[in-house]
């Protein structure tokens, strides 16, 4: 193990000054991605129990509609269930996907920068393989950040669609109840 961290520090200071915004990407990235995604799947595991909605609905209405003298309306109260379940997701989806989109540029000036000492060295008699390292050990990181957090941004937007769909059917079920 500590072989494996003694490789990876020289591997990543080998990446250049841009390694450091790409390592905070990252984790920005996973972070935000993986905490979004547990959860939707906790969301959806007490939609598809009819019980454990049934509990978590009545504290719903219990907390949000606890001065309503009157009955509250089904879709009033899924409208507003919708809202509060699903508010800053999206927003932060969309953020998700703009970020794992930017990583691969950030990886792409490493390589412009990795060329540019290339060409510098070469130029200057130097070594030009520090230059190509530079470069490729950028473009990997950026990709390394970039395709994974796409995949989950995926992974939570499916997720998202779900716990929507199952709050339109407990929502439909619901009303045909009340009006039978």
């Known amino acids: 193990m500590r072989e494996f961290i003694y490789i990876y520090a020289e591997v990543f200071k080998a ?3 841009l390694m450091y915004p790409l390592a905070l990407l990252a984790f920005y990235l996973y972070f935000s991605g993986f905490e979004i995604c547990f959860r939707m799947a906790r969301w959806n595991k007490i939609c598809s129990d009819g019980k454990l909605f049934g509990e978590a609905y009545e504290e719903f209405l ?3 509609f ?3 003298r009157e009955r509250v309306d089904i879709g009033k109260a899924f409208s507003h269930l919708r809202l ?4 800053g997701v999206e927003r932060r989806l ?3 996907k703009i970020l794992s989109g930017a990583a691969p540029l950030i990886g792409l000036l490493g390589t412009v920068a990795g060329m540019m000492i290339c060409i510098s060295s070469a130029a200057d008699s130097g070594s030009v393989a520090d230059g190509i390292s530079t470069a490729l050990i950028t473009t990997q990181a950026g ?3 970039a395709i994974p957090a796409w995949i989950i941004a995926m992974f939570a937007t499916a997720q998202t669609q779900k716990l929507l769909i199952n709050l339109a059917r407990r929502e439909s ?3 045909r ?3 039978a």
């Open 15 to 17: 990446g250049g000054i």
């Open 62 to 64: 219990r907390d949000e």
């Open 66 to 68: 606890s001065n309503a």
């Open 84 to 87: 509060t379940l699903m508010s």
């Open 94 to 96: 969309l953020s998700l």
């Open 143 to 145: 990709l390394v950040a």
């Open 173 to 175: 079920a619901m009303i």
């Open 177 to 179: 109840r009340e009006e």
